[in-house]
């Protein structure tokens, strides 16, 4: 699975911003897909998650009422609406995917990941 990213960039406090993550190869496998995001000294955190198959969505209750996320099946893209950013809110952010594939001994979880798109929120 291949994921690339789309849309950071430079937003003052208040602002919104849309982030994009074309998945492709074997997409038929995967069961959720996510944002991560790593501000600078912090450690890599969950924004929010959506799951393939009933697209229950999961966020960080830092964004929760102010980011959205969602999925185009069709087009194989995700998306994050961020809406209020605020400057802490900066960081890389990072499209994940999740492919669970089965054996014989149980489910086995793979993930993938973009490379990353800057979002910088000035006060």
């Known amino acids: 699975v291949q994921l690339v990213e789309s849309g950071g960039g430079l937003v003052q406090a208040g602002g919104s911003l849309r982030l994009s993550c074309v998945a492709s190869?074997?997409?038929?496998?995967?069961?959720?897909m996510g944002w991560f995001r790593r501000a600078p000294g912090k450690q890599r955190e969950l924004v929010a998650t959506?799951?393939?198959?009933?697209?229950?969505?999961n966020y960080a209750d830092f964004v929760k009422g102010r980011f959205t996320i969602s999925k185009d099946n069709a087009e194989n893209t995700l998306y994050l609406q961020m809406d209020s950013l605020k400057p802490e809110d900066t960081a890389v952010y990072y499209c994940?995917?999740?492919?669970?594939?089965?054996?014989?001994?149980?489910?086995?979880?793979?993930?993938?990941w973009g490379q990353g798109t800057q979002v910088t929120v000035s006060s």
């Open positions: 959506i799951t393939s198959g009933t697209g229950d969505t």
């Open positions: 190869g074997y997409t038929f496998t995967i069961s959720s």
């Open positions: 994940n995917a999740r492919r669970t594939l089965y054996y014989d001994n149980g489910p086995v979880d793979y993930d993938y």
